[in-house]
């Protein structure tokens, strides 16, 4: 796999690595798993705002 890097991200991925003593792998790793939680949170919340119902909506049609 190849990635694509501009410079402002290769700058910063230099500076942190010397900062915060990480291998630049494992700082993209890091970055890549928190923006897929955060994605996949977004997700899911969208999700559930298109087909939650409140209790009165979801009984409101039910005949018992």
Known sequence: MELMLNEENKE???LF???LKKEKSVMINEALHRYFSEEMQ???DEDSSQTNLSYEEFWDDVDI
């Open 12 to 14: 910063n991925l230099e």
């Open 17 to 19: 690595q010397n900062l």
């Open 42 to 44: 977004r997700i899911q």
